[in-house]
């Protein structure tokens, strides 16, 4: 083998491992948005035909029938066509590197150790194939390194997931430490923890009652949608201090259990559940169960504690009536709430309402937030103020002062261009894509327009929910722009079956379209709502 065949082959090798490394990169992003669930890495690589890519293996099938030939036939030529084989493969590995994200990577230590762990099989064989063309070696050892690397790159979702059960030991124990560090500071400075779960509205209710608490004592809310286990422990570590009085943790879970392990970690004295719905229903399999996981904050709470939840949802008012800590109710058509909104109006683009309380006593509350939902995020935190004796003054203003998260139904005003744009971007459920689709209804506006993905993590529900949603918007909407050709099929349906105009309704392949397509059609007084923005694991134009 000569010397020029043998640099060829080694340089093919490094293509591949270039072309890994980008490639790692993209399932450590897709694994991290899985809260590095390996499982549900393979199920989605499984759904997208990627778990085995066929015309990547093909491409690198005829990369490994040129090394081959390099290596065995020695001539020149040969050498050539491999590199010129070889460039383009290893240019792919940037590509997924710089590949927009909704959410980009986040490299955390986690993220570090994964990743080069992930890389090192590759990188090892780049290296041990360039020090034995410089050393001589001869032309079976060389191509032993070519055919590794080939299947190294071939299975590459299963050398990321080994690799992220090879590291569970060191996580667990580094994660021990940080729970550790948790607990302590938790008996130390010994705040009042609020826990907050339901199907939707944990987050901005987690706001509202963080402002109500924190006008009566210094209050801790977990930041932006810190609502994991290791969310909320890291919150603690890094953010709860001595003169804090109060915590407010929003509660997430994906299965059963993990609202139970939350609780044991923080001993809520006061639990709020906002909703039941469908969010997430995939994953649990049934709204029984989604029910039951949330159910399991009212189990957690002491007997002298407080549940507070929603009135007029069926679900909440059942594990209301299964609670052995006292019941606070919230609601707007449910008579029986203690706490309930009695007068509802989008006046100047604020919500103002009027909120009766059990004993006779009834408050004004002018609020930034827009939307049926927030309404009840309101009254949930109307109603903890009222579990801690807050008065109803001080509650109504400090609700006053609170801002829509960011995505969630955030208004913002495009003075020179004379429109407004509801961003409601963060996820999206049936009922509060209902709510959104109300708060563009009621809004002044010459149009209203639609920008939506749609729906996910549904199971079953999922092309029904989104068909309903289509009929929603064609009675509110004048023109509709669907992000993503195969999942928004059946809220295309729902739209045409419900009366709208097809030539009002635009399909796009991905949000970059749908911005440039809106800067072409809007026009002055529309008021456009961007309904959800699918993480990357949903995408669909190219690879995601």
């Known amino acids: 083998m000569s010397t020029f065949a043998a640099a060829a082959a080694a340089l093919a090798i490094l293509a591949l491992a270039v072309r890994m490394a980008g490639l790692q990169h993209r399932l450590l ?87 080069a762990l992930a890389l090192a099989p590759s990188a090892l064989v780049a290296a041990a194939a360039i020090a034995g063309a410089a050393l001589g070696v001869k032309a079976p050892g060389i191509a032993i390194l070519l055919g590794v690397a080939l299947l190294l790159f071939a299975l590459a979702p299963l050398v990321m997931t080994a690799a992220n059960f090879a590291l569970r030991p060191v996580e667990a124990a580094v994660n021990r430490r940080f729970v550790s560090n948790a607990r302590r500071t938790l008996a130390r400075v010994d705040p009042l923890v609020v826990g907050i779960t339901g199907s939707y509205g944990k987050t901005s209710t987690k706001f509202c009652v963080g402002a109500v608490l924190d006008a009566d004592r210094p209050t801790l809310v977990t930041p932006a949608s810190f609502n994991s286990y ?170 006053a002062g609170v801002s829509a998260p960011e995505h969630r139904l955030a208004p913002i005003h495009n003075a020179a261009a004379g429109v407004v744009v509801i961003d409601d971007a963060y996820n999206s459920n049936p009922d509060g894509a209902a709510a959104a689709l109300e708060v563009l209804r009621d809004h002044e506006a010459t149009r209203r327009l639609l920008v939506t993905p749609g729906m996910v993590e549904l199971g079953e529900l999922e092309e029904q929910l989104n068909r309903r949603f289509g009929e929603q918007a064609a009675a509110v909407c004048d023109l509709v722009v669907l992000v993503g050709r195969r999942r928004t099929r059946p809220i295309h349906e729902g739209l045409i079956a419900a009366g709208m105009n097809a030539e009002s309704v635009h399909v796009v392949a991905d949000l970059a379209q749908a911005t440039g397509l809106l800067g072409q059609i809007r026009r002055r007084g529309d008021v456009i709502l961007f309904e959800n923005d699918l993480p990357d694991t949903y995408a669909e134009n190219g690879r995601g």
Not at 73 to 86: D, F, N, P, T, Y
Not at 87 to 113: C, E, M, N, Q, S
């Open 29 to 115: 992003h897709l694994l991290q948005i899985e809260h590095y669930e390996s499982a549900r890495l393979i199920l989605w690589l499984r759904r997208r035909g990627e778990l085995i890519a066929p015309l990547e293996l093909i491409s690198v099938g005829a990369l490994y029938a040129a090394g081959v030939a390099n290596i065995w036939v020695g001539q020149g030529w040969v050498g050539g066509a491999l590199l010129a084989i070889s460039a383009p493969i290893g240019a792919l590995g940037p590509r997924d590197w710089r590949r927009p994200a909704a959410k980009p990577l986040v490299f955390t230590a986690r993220a570090k150790r994964l990743f």
């Open 230 to 399: 290791l969310g909320i422990v890291r919150t603690i570590n890094e953010h709860l201090q001595p003169r804090h009085r109060a915590f407010v943790a929003e509660m997430g879970m994906f299965r059963r259990g993990d609202i139970a392990e939350l609780c044991e970690l923080v001993s809520p004295k006061i639990g709020v559940i906002t909703a039941i719905g469908p969010m997430h229903l995939e994953r649990l399999g049934s709204i029984e169960a989604i029910e039951a996981a949330k159910a399991e904050l009212m189990e957690a709470l002491p007997s002298d504690g407080r549940l507070i939840t929603n009135a007029d949802d069926p679900r909440c008012l059942a594990i209301a009536a299964r609670s052995h800590a006292p019941v606070a109710l919230f609601g707007i058509d449910n008579p029986d709430a203690q706490v309930r909104a009695t007068s509802i109006a989008l006046v100047g683009g604020r919500t103002e309402l009027d909120v009766s309380l059990d004993g006779g006593q009834s408050i004004h509350i002018s609020a930034q937030l827009l939307g049926r939902h927030n309404v009840y995020n309101m009254l949930a935190a109307v109603a903890v103020g009222r579990a801690l004796d807050i008065a109803p003054e001080a509650t109504a203003r400090a609700l």
